[in-house]
């Protein structure tokens, strides 16, 4: 092991809180993350008929006046409600009250890919049909992407940074990476970060068809997502919030806060490649991993874990392969990867930061939840993908990926908390 990065300050993680497909909460997600469940059925938010696909990872059971009183939540739009309720739960997880800090030195990174699309499509339908003073007043702060740290700020008394980063699948783990550099320069004391998304609507649907991204598996829902399965087809759109509370170790230790992690690396590079196919040879996703493992102070043999980005698209997991082929040589064979996408479908911009909430809990419990519905080997993708079970092992550090469309890739080094470390 070699020492500590060289950004300045460290970076710790005092609490988690999830929004998922799984469950509504970071417990009873990671329940059923661990026990290899699947989140994936059939829509029942909007009639799919005609539509290229029936099925989606849903958020079930989730009603917003659990975080937010009736006027705010008729005001926002399902990403925003989600994230609020994320960062609430993180909050209470990390035992943190706002009402004792300086609020000018608490900020927020909550980022989305795609924001209040759905919300945008039926209003865009009343346009056309009932005309223009029939659509909703408060639209706008609804749908706009930058809304959901700015409801939140409003709403936890927040005066710090306040930004919404977009970098499409890679946007959860920019915002921690981004929240880390904050904490490093000594701006803030706090970040609340991480990333939400609700993007299912009948457009959204037929736009990803269109792009070849989705499965057309829609008979056996459970079944349809099959990250680096050499039958995969594509993934399913999930949906959902991930929030991570991260302090300056000096402020979490001067409040006796509970430690659960420390963020120690964090890289973010571009293919410059294609739109939408990722570059085969996994160059960007290679540098974005390198970079956050010398950003660590630890070398890739210090690295036990890798959640992948993972999608199930033909082109994605191989490239994803090739790129850790990359960076860990020979040792990329006995690394323990898994992709939770199998289980929770794909969160686009929320992906990220649900995996980085999974790495927390990976290194907590050691357990690795699987990757569901791998039973045939891909000779392209020959690495150890934690195939249908779930594994013990011992994580001290876990690298966590998110490749975004277009060719943005981040990820981050967590590590387990060890005040000695230096």
């Known amino acids: 092991m070699t020492t500590k990065g060289r950004n300045g300050n460290r970076v710790v993680i005092t609490g988690i809180g999830a929004v998922t497909p799984l469950g509504n909460d970071v417990e009873t997600y990671w329940e059923g993350v661990a026990a290899g469940r699947s989140g994936v059925g059939y829509i029942t938010q909007f009639d ?21 009183d009736r006027r705010d939540a008729k005001r926002s739009s399902r990403f925003i409600q989600f994230a609020l309720a994320a960062a609430n739960m ?21 980022g989305s890919a795609v924001g209040g699309m759905g919300l945008v499509e039926k209003q865009a339908c009343i346009l056309k049909d009932r005309g223009p003073r029939r659509i909703q007043p408060t639209v706008l702060p609804a749908v706009l992407l930058s809304m ?12 710090g940074p306040v930004s919404a980063p977009v970098a499409a699948c890679a946007t959860g783990v ?21 990333a939400s998304e609700a993007a299912e ?15 057309p598996n829609d008979q056996d829902p459970p079944g349809a997502s ?6 995969r087809d594509g993934f399913v759109m ?114 990220g930061a649900i995996s980085a909430v999974t790495a927390v809990k990976v290194i907590e419990t050691g357990i690795i939840p699987p990757t569901i519905n791998l039973r045939t080997p891909d000779p392209e993708c020959d690495l150890d993908y934690v195939p249908l079970v779930a594994r013990a092992a011992s994580v001290a550090a876990a690298l966590v990926n998110a490749l975004g469309l277009g060719g943005q890739n981040g990820a981050l080094v967590i590590r387990r908390f060890d005040e000695s470390f230096a």
């Open 201 to 215: 609507s009948p457009l959204a649907l037929a736009a990803l068809a269109r792009l070849g991204a989705l499965s």
């Open 48 to 68: 799919v008929t005609g539509l290229p696909t029936r099925i989606a990872a849903e958020v079930k059971d989730f009603d917003p006046l659990d975080h937010m």
């Open 148 to 159: 959901a740290p700015c409801q939140m700020a409003i709403a936890l008394g927040i005066k």
């Open 90 to 110: 993180a909050l209470e997880d990390a035992e943190l009250d706002l009402s004792t800090e300086d609020p000018t030195r608490v900020g927020l990174e909550i």
């Open 238 to 351: 999930g949906e959902g919030s991930a929030v991570v509370i991260l302090e300056t170790l000096e402020h979490a230790l001067r409040r006796g806060a509970p430690i659960r992690a420390e963020v120690l690396g964090f890289g973010f590079t571009a293919d410059a490649y294609h739109l939408a196919a990722p570059d085969p040879t996994g160059d960007g996703a290679a540098r974005a991993m390198n970079l956050a493992v010398e950003d660590s102070g630890l070398s890739p043999r210090d690295i036990d874990h890798i959640c992948s980005h993972g999608t199930g698209t033909v082109l994605n997991d191989v490239a994803e392969t090739n790129a850790i082929k990359q960076v860990f040589g020979d040792k990329a064979r006995s690394i323990p990867i898994n992709s939770i996408k199998s289980m929770i479908g794909h969160l686009l911009g929320a992906a």
């Open 174 to 194: 920019i915002a921690i990476g981004e929240a880390m550099r904050r904490l490093q320069r000594k701006e803030v004391d706090v970040m609340v970060a991480g």
């Open 226 to 231: 099959r990250p680096f399965d050499a039958n």
